[in-house]
């Protein structure tokens, strides 16, 4: 064989070679390699066999220019979240950036300091990507008045109070508080706390109205001090705990707003000699993390359950399809499911009068 003869390597073939080989449009074999929703999966799979095989890589600078849009999302959120030990936003980033990947797009994490709105504006005058993601919304969040102003697609973790449309991905933060509060109610309970988060996030203050909401509903009437408002870390749920079992009145029940602060208040318990479920309930909202499961505590811990990288999932989803197809404002308020474990029991004074709990 000579030189000339040689064979010579193959090259990458091109999205117009790719869709004539499979009898389709170009259109259709694009969004059919970014796993578009609207294609189908017969399809899909069609063509991502066919561009294996030959070997095809799409020129992503070319292709923004000719749709008109990056193939990027950007993920906003304070520095801080990535330093914290005992935080939901890894199992939230792992959601998106699978999502990101399966749908060949980009993922540009914003971390600020500072002031948010001023990195906002940044991405959207900058054009680096097509909608942006961001996270913790307060009760009336400025944030949706300006990204709809600047004219970037957006998606938000949660809710806010605005009158503004806009996308979300969210639970029911109200139910699940009233339903674990409701349940311990029902179980007796009459002196229980509430571990929640700081009622500026909209988040938190669902929850506290859930909890009054689940008294109310039974013509009751908590006291003020049983809503706390503290970090959601295994060490404020210990402080809190321990304050409280110390006091008068102790409390013989817990609503915790985090599986970590759940954990904290089963230290204080231990501490005190008191046992859990027996001489204190515990329940929670658990987020199904990496590392820490309520079915694991001993013993098992009653919990609402909804894992928050599914969260991410969604969120990506979400602003992806909202970024390609120029829709209105979809949202998704996913469900928490309530799991009764042996960490919730009869209120002491009530277990003493059927001799239960012991």
């Known amino acids: 064989m000579t030189k000339n003869s040689q064979r010579l390597p193959s090259m990458p073939a091109g999205l117009k070679a790719l869709a004539e080989q499979l009898g389709l449009s170009q259109s259709t074999v694009s969004r059919a390699l970014r796993e578009h929703p609207g294609?189908?999966?017969?399809?899909?799979?069609?063509?991502?066999?066919?561009?294996?095989?030959?070997?095809?890589?799409p020129n992503a600078r070319?292709?923004?220019?000719?749709?008109?849009?990056?193939?990027?999302?950007?993920?906003?959120?304070?520095i801080e979240r990535l330093q914290l030990e005992e935080t939901n936003?890894?199992?939230?980033?792992?959601?998106i950036s699978d999502v990101v990947t399966r749908r060949n797009?980009?993922?540009?994490?914003?971390?600020?300091t500072g002031?948010?709105?001023?990195?906002?504006?940044?991405?959207?005058?900058?054009?680096?990507?097509?909608?942006?993601?961001?996270?913790?919304?307060?009760?009336?969040d400025p944030r949706i008045a300006l990204l709809t102003d600047l004219?970037?697609?957006?998606?938000?973790?949660?809710?806010s109070e605005v009158a503004i449309p806009y996308s979300f991905v969210d639970i029911d933060n109200e139910a699940i508080f009233e339903r674990l509060t409701g349940l311990l109610l029902d179980y007796g309970h009459r002196r229980i706390v509430a571990l929640n988060s700081f009622l500026q996030f909209r988040y938190a203050a669902a929850r506290a109205e859930g909890f009054y909401k689940a008294w109310a509903a039974r013509g009751l009437d908590p006291a003020p001090a049983q809503m706390l408002e503290t970090p959601m870390t295994e060490r404020a749920?210990?402080?809190?705990?321990?304050?409280?079992l110390a006091g008068p009145d102790a409390p013989t029940a817990f609503v915790c707003g985090s599986i970590f602060l759940a954990r904290g208040v089963y230290r204080a318990v231990a501490e005190r000699g008191l046992k859990v479920g027996r001489d204190v309930s515990v329940a929670c909202h658990d987020d199904?993390?990496?590392?820490?499961?309520?079915?694991?505590?001993?013993?098992?811990?009653?919990?609402?359950?909804?894992?928050v990288r599914e969260h991410g999932e969604h969120l990506a989803a979400l602003l992806i399809d909202l970024t390609e197809a120029k829709a209105g404002a979809p949202h998704r308020i996913l469900p928490a499911d309530l799991i009764l474990r042996e960490s919730v029991g009869l209120a002491p004074s009530a277990a003493a009068h059927t001799g239960l709990n012991e």
């Open 288 to 307: 199904g993390l990496r590392g820490i499961r309520a079915s694991e505590f001993n013993p098992p811990l009653t919990a609402t359950y909804s894992p």
């Open 39 to 57: 294609i189908p999966d017969k399809t899909r799979r069609r063509v991502m066999a066919a561009a294996e095989k030959v070997g095809y890589q």
């Open 151 to 159: 004219g970037l697609p957006f998606v938000v973790h949660g809710r």
């Open 105 to 112: 797009h980009s993922l540009l994490m914003s971390p600020f």
């Open 237 to 244: 749920g210990y402080d809190c705990a321990t304050r409280a």
């Open 115 to 140: 002031d948010e709105g001023t990195v906002l504006r940044k991405l959207a005058s900058s054009k680096a990507v097509d909608g942006v993601i961001i996270t913790r919304p307060l009760v009336q």
């Open 62 to 78: 070319a292709r923004g220019l000719a749709i008109g849009r990056t193939e990027a999302i950007g993920l906003v959120f304070p």
């Open 89 to 95: 936003f890894v199992d939230v980033l792992a959601g």
